[in-house]
């Protein structure tokens, strides 16, 4: 055969090789490099408030936002159940939450690494994960929804606290978030962390006994009662907004805000580095973003958040330890379940 041929041909083989190798090695390295330009969220923080501050850090920073959420029936649940799988192999690098309860358990199982914003030293201590494994910022609350519906006017104006749920004359009428999701989870939780046990299950038999419904989440609740399906119902205050903004029948009250009352659960949104993330600098600009106090005005004047983390909030809050009700939240949820479902 004709050594100029064969040596073609070899060369030709040595060139496909020398392809092959720099698409291996040439496409890491290309990943590499495209990933300094990426930072990726897992956030439960509703989508209309999520993408506008996203899309404004990509055009301040050049750097861009991937974003991971969940679905409204399994807020927060999912999301921190693919942060445990992915612990070994974080592929976040941010994690938002819109409540502190799973927050605090993801924090004990070794999921974020301490990070202080710059700009967040204004936040009291009280809102700052230990060791600053999180930041908190904005509060939402938790409140009785109710139908502002003429039919149900005299009902609705008996509605104060948590105690007006089991009253009979709603028997069938109330809702509930599913234990499981959202910040009922945590709600439920602060409930069994506040009265013990004993008061706790009596409780929920009663709201077994008037006939509660318990719905694919806080948004459910509001628009059941919204509809007149329902006479009232716990929500949060972003759910109750949404649809009073868009003209629908329904009001709220912050329960149990009499002298003797225990008050009602203040929620607020937790930020935190996700430990061995792929993208930790970019991170860490997106959290000090994030923690900006005009960011929380924002939310706070967009009606996501009701009260700032910075201020003394006026209204009667749910004493309780939000580590302890963390700790005991599984507890309480299969014991809710168990209960509620007749388990």
């Given at each position: 055969?004709?050594?100029?041929?064969?040596?073609?041909?070899?060369?030709?083989?040595?060139?496909?090789?020398?392809?092959?190798?720099?698409?291996?090695?040439?496409?890491?390295?290309?990943?590499?490099?495209?990933?300094?330009?990426?930072?990726?969220?897992?956030?439960?923080?509703?989508?209309?408030y999520?993408t506008?501050?996203a899309?404004?850090?990509e055009?301040?920073?050049?750097i861009?936002?991937?974003v991971?959420?969940?679905?409204?029936?399994?807020?927060?649940?999912?999301?921190?159940?693919?942060?445990?799988?992915?612990?070994?192999?974080?592929?976040?690098?941010?994690?938002?939450?819109?409540e502190?309860?799973?927050?605090?358990r993801?924090?004990?199982?070794?999921?974020?690494?301490?990070y202080?914003?710059?700009?967040?030293?204004?936040?009291?201590a009280?809102?700052?994960?230990q060791g600053?494994?999180?930041?908190?910022?904005?509060?939402?609350?938790?409140?009785?929804?109710f139908?502002?519906?003429?039919e149900?006017?005299?009902?609705?104006?008996?509605?104060?606290?948590?105690s007006?749920?089991?009253?009979?004359?709603?028997?069938?009428?109330?809702?509930?978030?599913?234990?499981?999701?959202?910040t009922a989870?945590?709600?439920?939780?602060?409930?069994?962390?506040?009265?013990?046990?004993?008061?706790?299950?009596?409780?929920?038999?009663?709201?077994?006994?008037?006939?509660?419904?318990?719905?694919?989440?806080n948004?459910?609740?509001v628009?059941?009662?919204?509809?007149?399906?329902?006479?009232a119902?716990?929500?949060?205050?972003?759910?109750?907004?949404?649809a009073?903004?868009?003209?629908?029948?329904?009001?709220?009250?912050?329960?149990?805000?009499?002298?003797?009352?225990?008050g009602?659960?203040?929620?607020?949104?937790?930020?935190?580095?996700?430990n061995?993330?792929?993208?930790?600098?970019?991170?860490?600009?997106?959290?000090?973003?994030l923690?900006?106090?005009?960011?929380?005005?924002e939310l706070?004047?967009?009606?996501?958040?009701?009260?700032?983390?910075?201020?003394?909030?006026?209204?009667?809050?749910?004493?309780?330890?939000?580590?302890?009700?963390?700790?005991?939240?599984?507890?309480?949820?299969?014991?809710?379940?168990?209960?509620?479902?007749?388990?």
């Amino acid at each position: 055969m004709n050594p100029r041929f064969l040596a073609s041909i070899g060369g030709v083989c040595v060139l496909f090789a020398s392809i092959a190798i720099l698409q291996v090695t040439g496409c890491n390295r290309g990943s590499a490099t495209a990933s300094l330009g990426e930072v990726v969220i897992y956030s439960s923080i509703d989508e209309p408030y999520l993408t506008p501050l996203a899309k404004r850090f990509e055009q301040r920073t050049g750097i861009r936002v991937r974003v991971v959420t969940d679905t409204e029936s399994t807020k927060s649940a999912a999301l921190v159940e693919r942060l445990e799988a992915e612990k070994n192999r974080p592929q976040a690098d941010v994690y938002w939450g819109n409540e502190i309860f799973h927050t605090i358990r993801l924090s004990g199982q070794g999921a974020f690494t301490p990070y202080r914003p710059s700009t967040a030293e204004d936040v009291p201590a009280k809102w700052r994960g230990q060791g600053d494994l999180h930041t908190d910022i904005g509060l939402r609350v938790r409140m009785i929804a109710f139908s502002s519906r003429p039919e149900f006017a005299g009902k609705a104006a008996q509605m104060h606290g948590l105690s007006d749920l089991l009253d009979p004359e709603f028997k069938g009428k109330i809702g509930i978030c599913h234990p499981g999701f959202g910040t009922a989870s945590g709600h439920f939780a602060a409930m069994y962390v506040l009265w013990g046990e004993s008061k706790y299950t009596q409780f929920l038999k009663s709201l077994r006994a008037n006939e509660i419904k318990l719905l694919g989440g806080n948004s459910a609740v509001v628009d059941q009662i919204a509809a007149g399906n329902l006479i009232a119902g716990l929500s949060d205050n972003d759910d109750v907004n949404n649809a009073k903004s868009e003209g629908q029948k329904i009001d709220a009250i912050l329960p149990d805000q009499q002298a003797d009352g225990m008050g009602t659960l203040l929620i607020p949104s937790t930020i935190a580095l996700v430990n061995r993330s792929p993208h930790s600098e970019n991170g860490k600009k997106l959290i000090d973003f994030l923690c900006d106090p005009a960011v929380e005005k924002e939310l706070i004047a967009g009606r996501f958040f009701r009260y700032s983390v910075r201020e003394v909030q006026r209204v009667k809050a749910m004493g309780v330890d939000y580590v302890k009700c963390a700790e005991q939240m599984k507890v309480a949820i299969e014991m809710a379940l168990k209960i509620l479902q007749d388990r």
